[in-house]
Each structure stands twice: as structure tokens, then as C-alpha cells.
């Protein structure tokens, strides 16, 4: 698709993917009957969907703890474990990660997939963890290894509000006459882009040196 801009891309992309999140949520939602209701047809729904993978969930994620083992049997290298070890502790109250795993996980649990998004918080000083929607993320593989992502394009929407707060006073009244603003940003390990509504905003050098997206799935599948 190389006459095709990058939002362009992505919404031809994965149609089977999207589908079965779409019926995976469906079902653990309670829509489980297939197909339209016949006429004066009642339909009862007892989902035991919701409460058991709520209830898995927080049995796995329960009792997580963390423990860096030195590489060294030195006093500076168990100096250096003890600090990371300190850090990653704090990177883990900031962000409330008790809370973001299971959301996580149950992302993973009921769509098929999950993901973080690590990125470092400028403004407050900080690394910063989400749990992004993976219905708006997509990823693209070398295709001698499909372990190994060069892309990966994050899409969402926001109001005109929260564009203006983002990304400048210009921005806002571009879009004022919309309710919502369709943003996606493309990482590579070397550049960082943004798109507005199918029209690029600003592109950059990746800041991190690596796509700072972490994607996995509930289950491997065979090929």
C-alpha cells in the first residue's frame, strides 16, 4: 500500500483481528446469543463468562513481587542490584502497576492480547506505564521472524480540548468544528511521528532508541 498515508494503512489493516475482539467483548459482555432474536423470542443470558475471568485474573496476578539477583558475587554489584531493584520498586507505586497488571491482563484474558506503553514523563520527572487498547494498536513484523517488531502504530481520538492541551492553540481550531480528533502515532527505533485526522502533524527522532510498546498474547497460537 505505498500510495496510501500511514492512517490510510491502518484502516485497512487487520479486519480479522478487530473482528474477534469485537465478538470476544461481545461475548464476555453478555451478547452471546447468535444472530437476531424471531419474533416475540425471548432470550435469557446467565454469563458466567464475566465473574470467573475476573476471578482468574486476580488469582494470577495476585502476590506478583519483584527481585533483582546481583551478577556478581561482589559488594558492588549487589550495590547496583539493591538500587535498581529500589527504582523499579518506585516505577511501580508511581504508576499503580497492581492495578494497571490485572487491567491488563484481563485485556488479555478477553481479547486475546495485551500491552504496556512505557514512555519517560517530562513534565513530572518520571517513567510513565499504560495500558493502551490493543483494538488501536498495530504492528508491523520483519517477515523472516515474527518475533521481531520495526513498527508499531498506536491509534485513539481525543476531543478538541484535549488536542489543544497536547498540542498547541493551532491545533484546537483546526478541528473546532469536530468532536473528536482520530490521533496516530508511529514509532520506529528511530523516528516518532504524529498524524491528525490523516494529516501529519510533526515528525521526530525516537528519543528512546527503541518502540516503547511491550505486545503480547493471552495464548500462542500455531502458525
Known sequence: MPDLTLPQQIARMDGERLRTYRGNLDFYNGLQWPGSPRSRERRLTFNYVKPFVQKLTSYLVDGLSLHIEPWADSESARTIAQRAQEALRGVHQDNHL?????DTELDAAVLGDGAYKVIWDPQEHRVRV???????????????????????????????EEAQLLYGEGVSKLFSNKKQVIVVEAWTDRSFQIWLDDAPLRERPNPYGFIPFVLFPNLREPK
Open 130 to 160: 499504560s495500558s493502551p487498547d490493543v483494538q488501536g494498536l498495530f504492528a508491523w513484523h520483519i517477515a523472516d521472524d515474527p518475533t521481531q517488531v520495526w513498527r508499531v502504530a498506536s491509534r485513539y481520538s481525543l476531543s478538541p
Open 98 to 102: 497492581e492495578q494497571l497488571d490485572f
